[in-house]
């Protein structure tokens, strides 16, 4: 097997810290241990592994926005988030239930119409569009301090077969 190097992940766009608060919301996050999760996407046909090493600050999931774009994707931001590494609003996060992510992006193509679009949702349930932005400036600035690193050997070390 040849080894892939670490990489550094970038910040993700910005609807992500939304998607994330909608997956938690929905339900759709199983914690199996400290360090490993699985996530299931909004329109329940994939299922993603995260997995954590943040004494190395080393992260893993097999999401197209961390596999392919190389951004840390909702998968790691809602796992993050459980573990309350990352802040977590439980009122926007409901607000957020329900959203078919899936398909918005797949229509749009474009995530600044999309986050447009959920915080035109999100206001109909009483959340204001600054309330939101506030928000995703605030978990955006945790997610750059922590610095994190793709390493795709992770499920090998942990003994998963993905």
Known sequence: MVQKPVMKLSL???????????????ERIRVLSDKIAQVISSDRTRQYT????LENRVVYSNDNGTKY???IGYPI?????????????????????????KRL???????????????????????EPHEIDEFIDKVM?????????????LPHRYGLEL
């Open 12 to 26: 993700p766009p910005r609807v992500k810290v939304l998607e994330a608060l909608s997956a938690i919301a929905d």
């Open 50 to 53: 995260v997995i954590l090493d």
């Open 69 to 71: 774009r190389r951004y």
């Open 77 to 101: 931001i809602s796992f993050l988030m459980i573990k309350r590494i990352l802040e977590y609003n439980d009122r926007l996060a409901q607000a957020l239930r329900g959203i078919p992510w």
């Open 105 to 127: 992006n797949e229509t749009y193509k474009r995530y600044i119409i999309v986050e447009r679009i959920v915080k035109d949702l999100a206001k109909k349930k009483g959340i």
């Open 141 to 153: 600035s945790q997610l750059e301090g922590l610095e994190l690193y793709l390493d795709e050997t």
